[in-house]
């Protein structure tokens, strides 16, 4: 920590020593040479005067700059952890908008236009990835897409069962590389997933 008495205590010295400051070959000291004693007299008082103030406005400076310096700026960390905050708090609507759905499902069916098996494994993957995000949203519970298949009760989601077939197709080219997808499969499975989505009114 600073301490502030010596700095006080130094600056008021060299101040008060008036005496000293002079350039070159002239200094105070020898002000009488060229100036009336009764003069420097009335002057010197005025000067230290003049001093003893100025060395309490730098003292008080010096405290100001230190005591700023020391004081630990707010994180930028804080105000984004709070943004993410209010945010997680909004409600489901307001998370996911209607047209940033539908652009996304239009990105999947992008994939499925293609003649390549790949791109369509691609649009099934997605496609279930988005189902599973709408049924998660919507409160359906489970930690994966299986577990909240089962989860949904009979009369809860009318598109169930072709929602299953188009998962269970899904897993099977996700664990099977050797599986070879045809292009009917892909598209009855990308189907039965946009059923589903417009049942839930996601699209």
Do not use: C
Request: without cysteine; charged residues 25%.
């Amino acid at each position: 920590m600073i301490e502030y008495g010596p700095i006080l205590e130094r600056l008021t010295s060299d101040l008060y020593n008036v005496a000293s400051v002079g350039v070159g070959e002239y200094q105070l000291g020898r002000i009488s040479d060229f100036i009336p004693s009764e003069t420097i007299n009335s002057i010197v008082p005025v000067i230290k005067t003049i001093s003893f103030i100025a060395t309490i406005i730098m003292a008080l400076a010096i405290i100001i700059i230190k005591k700023k310096g020391m004081t630990p700026a707010k994180p930028k960390e804080a105000a984004v952890n709070l943004i993410i905050e209010e945010t997680s708090s909004l409600p489901i609507t307001q998370k996911a908008s209607p047209g940033a759905m539908t652009a996304r499902w239009e990105e999947i069916l992008r994939h499925l236009t293609t003649n390549v098996e790949a791109q369509w494994r691609f649009a099934l993957i997605e496609a279930d990835k988005l189902v599973e995000d709408i049924l998660r949203r919507a409160g359906f519970p489970g930690d994966t897409m299986g577990e909240r298949l089962m989860n949904i009760q009979s009369g809860q989601l009318q598109t169930i069962d072709g929602l299953w077939e188009a998962h269970k197709l899904r897993n099977r080219i996700a664990h099977d590389l050797n599986y070879f997808l045809r292009y009917t499969e892909a598209k009855r499975a990308i189907g039965q997933f946009e059923a589903t989505l417009r049942e839930l009114s996601a699209l």
